[in-house]
């Protein structure tokens, strides 16, 4: 039975022996068709010291008798013994012989083998049993489960260049076409497909025995039931991954195959509430004689469960979510009949649509394959009510651009009817939100004037409050701070009505804002907590959460940074939003910037730009660019600096954000440090009279701008920290050798190292600039290069991208590499006039 190693499943392993060695006798492996359960029971059995132990295949045993002479054939009963019907005795005394027997396929036998088994292990003391299975066996007393799921699709740190799916595709794919892994284009491929793949080893092993023939890019495009076949000459179990699901499949009664087949409606994950709304079995009890006889769906999810075709999604104690492996919902899909599909569709619909906006966080793939299907049926009202509940929840996950365009479309069809004008209204002023939230002033401010005409033109006096307070926070971005009080204050007046807790809640939110913007803390903090009390009170728990992180500004602003820092974890600890995640993590990151701890500071930016690029906010792209940019300037790195704040002024201007705009600007301020400390007297005058700007009059960018201030406590830090002029080239001594790990984990610039390895994406870029330096000396490598070399497989916007190699040289640059690390007009190389040795993996 010895095998090669395996791969990928090192903790299952390791859990599996400790709980041998903890002493349980039955441990049952569980989880669904081509998750590798044989192959890990394998491995187990390898581990042992000693002759290998048996192994019992049971794939097509279906009986108590199957099962007995299944095992007997293995242990070494005699035929006599098999055919006087005395063999469970023989197996039992035959077990005293064995520390372990693997019973392979239990799937079939659950039943007719539970009490066979529960009797050898009460006369049989020493020998245990590994089973695996798709279902636990039921014996309670005795059986340990460890349920096994897909291989991870990441590795450490969310790397998804190290993940245990991708090793064990290029190890199996390596017998195919052994180069494979000497190609970046195609691990990068191979990472994406095996996420298609969920990490299911049998579907992986299928891709890669293909890779004979097909690249990873190739075979990930093509139908998975096409592809995920056996090549013919390839023995195995299953021919192919729909093969080991419909073994599964066949096992059900038509109850559990109709709750199966609609259960595949849902994207994503869903609650057992949401299930028992959208799973109609009411056709099947109308075909039994007997109605009673089918299950609830309650208890049918129960044996889905237990039959690893419905798996647990997620776990947060409060509430558990359900979901299906990818495989099996479109095996389950194929199986459902057009009609049907249709009508479980519409409860599908019918069910998200009523959700409130809140609950649309955790099902935001179920809204949005709702609302296509609410517009695709024509029904308009639901599917305007659903779009505007979707608002929050896809400002936090994104992506938004293809929110944004069906909204433009939904608005173009409302306008055609005039009598659907509070249809039109509702989706005028999500856009309204939406824009706003984005930063995107000027189509915001556009959109609030037809929103609030149409709210005046219905009399509906709540819209038209709610309008005046999105565009209130519109006003002070695009610089009309005394408008946008204005604005707000007006929509606190009670006349026409009592003013909603939310319309108060997001009118005091901006107005915090403003006093925030101003420097009146005061002012900012008492509205502030204003809000945040109405938005506890109506269980708002992301309105809450950015109040809190507000006022933790409003605290850093008048120096209780510590203070402030307890606030921003409150509020990361709190929201579910990724792009307010975002925006927390950044806010931790000026925090670490003003305390001088600029790698923490430069690591919480990076992390954060990550986030807004993938949803698409801009706004918080271009802040983020600014202060990437003063770090990069207090690094002296000011190449890397001055792009960084380019890009942030270009974002400023188009998106006609005044805060931005400033921001950009008087990130110079720390450029012109840099500049001073190297001597330069002009850079220190043009800081001082750049400062001047900054801080003279009444309507002075520091009087109207949180990130301005923060801007010029920083450059007083800089200032503080000037040096004399560098000496010149002429004065300074030899270059001594310096000598770089072959894996770039550390550089040595004489004899003293400098450890790197703790910066992965770094160290592999320092890794690949000497290996080029050794190879071909004075060969620059691009930002693209450095970037997949840094961060195999990941795809990112090309701007992200080249920030983030710009920070990592500049780490090195920091770390002692400044007069190595040299740029041309084709990329970065090392000094050739620098004589660079290559040592091991550890420095001595």
Not at 122 to 139: D, M, Q, W
Not at 227 to 233: D, E, M, Q
Not at 415 to 443: C, I, M, Y
Request: proline share 4%; aromatic share 4%; net charge neutral.
């Amino acid at each position: 039975m010895r095998e090669g190693p395996i791969v990928g499943r090192e903790r299952d392993l390791r859990a599996v022996a400790e709980l041998f060695a903890q002493g349980e006798r039955l441990v049952t492996l569980v989880g669904p068709p081509g998750v590798g359960k044989t192959r890990l029971a394998r491995a187990v059995a390898d581990a042992q010291p000693g002759p290998a132990p048996p192994l019992c295949d049971l794939t097509e045993a279906r009986t108590a008798s199957d099962l007995v002479s299944a095992i007997a054939n293995v242990v070494g009963v005699a035929p006599r013994d098999v055919a006087d019907g005395s063999a469970p005795e023989a197996i039992a005394r035959m077990l005293e012989e064995h520390d372990l027997l693997v019973l392979d396929s239990f799937d079939d036998l659950v039943v007719a083998g539970r009490p066979l088994l529960e009797r050898w292990l009460s006369e049989s003391l020493r020998v245990r049993f590994l089973v695996t299975s798709r279902r636990r066996i039921g014996l309670a007393s005795s059986e340990v489960v460890h349920e096994l799921g897909p291989l991870a699709t990441t590795g450490e740190r969310g790397d998804r260049s190290t993940s245990p799916a991708l090793r064990l595709f290029l190890a199996l794919a390596s017998r195919a076409r052994p180069r494979l892994a000497d190609s970046p284009e195609a691990v990068a491929d191979s990472i994406e497909l095996v996420h298609v793949l969920e990490g299911f080893p049998l579907a992986i092993e299928l891709a890669a025995a293909r890779m004979a023939i097909m690249s990873p890019r190739e075979l990930a495009a093509r139908p998975q039931p096409d592809a995920l076949s056996v090549p013919r000459g390839h023995a195995r179990g299953y021919t192919s991954l729909e093969a080991a699901i419909a073994k599964s499949w066949d096992a059900l009664t038509p109850g559990e195959r109709t709750v199966l087949a609609q259960l595949s409606v849902f994207h994503g994950s869903f609650t057992v509430h949401a299930a028992e709304a959208v799973v109609d079995l009411s056709e099947l009890r109308g075909r039994e004689a007997r109605a009673e006889t089918v299950p609830p769906i309650l208890d049918i999810l129960h044996v889905l469960r237990d039959s690893s075709l419905v798996r647990i999604a997620r776990d947060d104690g409060a509430e558990l979510r359900l979901g299906m492996h990818r495989a099996i919902r479109e095996f389950a899909e194929l199986r459902l009949a057009e009609a049907v599909r249709r009508d479980t569709k519409d409860r599908h619909a019918r069910w998200f649509a009523s959700r409130s906006p809140a609950d649309l966080y955790d099902d935001l793939e179920n809204a949005t394959a709702a609302l296509a299907h609410l517009r695709s049926a024509g029904q308009r009202e639901s599917a305007i009510a659903l779009i505007a509940s979707l608002r929050s929840a896809k400002l936090a996950y994104g992506p938004l651009e293809p929110y944004l365009a069906a909204l433009d479309e939904m608005i173009a069809e409302a306008s055609s009817n005039v009598s659907n004008a509070p249809g039109l209204l509702l989706l005028r002023t999500t856009r309204l939100a939406t824009l706003s939230a984005l930063g995107s002033v000027g189509e915001a401010l556009a959109e609030s004037e037809r929103a609030a005409a149409i709210a005046t033109q219905l009399g509906d006096v709540a819209a038209h409050r709610r309008v005046l307070a999105i565009a209130g926070g519109v006003r002070l971005f695009s610089g009309q701070e005394e408008v946008a009080i204005e604005t707000l204050e007006a929509t606190l007046r009670a006349e026409g009505g009592p003013v909603p807790d939310d319309v108060e809640e997001l009118a005091r939110r901006h107005l915090g804002y403003v006093w925030l913007q101003r420097g009146e803390t005061a002012a900012a903090i008492q509205a502030l907590t204003r809000a945040g009390d109405l938005a506890r009170a109506r269980g708002d728990q992301e309105s809450a959460a950015s109040i809190v992180a507000n006022l933790g500004l409003a605290l850093q602003d008048r120096g209780d940074r510590s203070e402030a820092r307890e606030h921003y974890l409150r509020a990361l600890a709190s929201t579910k939003s990724t792009v307010r995640r975002a925006y927390y993590i950044g806010y931790e990151g000026t925090a670490a910037h003003e305390d001088g701890d600029l790698e923490t500071a430069r690591t919480r930016y990076e992390e954060a730009s990550e986030i807004v690029a993938k949803v698409g906010d801009r706004r918080a792209l271009g802040w983020l660019a600014a202060m990437n940019a003063a770090v990069a300037a207090r690094r002296d790195a000011l190449e890397w600096a001055e792009k960084a704040r380019t890009d942030a002024e270009r974002i400023g201007a188009e998106t006609k954000d005044v805060n931005l705009i400033w921001l950009a600007r008087f990130t110079r301020l720390e450029l012109h440090a840099s500049r001073a400390r190297s001597g330069d007297p002009e850079a220190h005058a043009e800081a001082l009279r750049l400062r001047a700007e900054a801080t003279t009059g009444p309507a002075a960018p520091a009087s109207r701008s949180w990130d301005v201030r923060l801007m010029l406590r920083l450059f007083a830090t800089s200032l503080a920290s000037e040096q004399p002029a560098r000496s010149t080239a002429a004065d300074a001594p030899s270059s001594p050798r310096v000598t770089v790990a072959r894996d770039g984990t550390w550089f040595a610039i004489g004899e003293s190292p400098c450890q790197v390895g703790k910066y992965r994406a770094t160290s592999r870029m320092l890794a690949v600039l000497a290996t080029s330096r050794e190879r071909a000396p004075g060969t620059a490598m691009s930002v693209n290069t450095l970037f997949r070399a840094g961060w195999p497989g990941e795809q990112i916007q090309k701007s992200s991208a080249a920030n983030r190699v710009r920070v990592a040289l500049a780490a090195l640059r920091s770390l002692g590499l400044r007069d190595v690390l040299l740029h041309n007009g084709d990329g970065y190389l090392l000094d050739t006039s620098v004589a660079i040795d290559r040592g091991g993996d550890a420095a001595s």
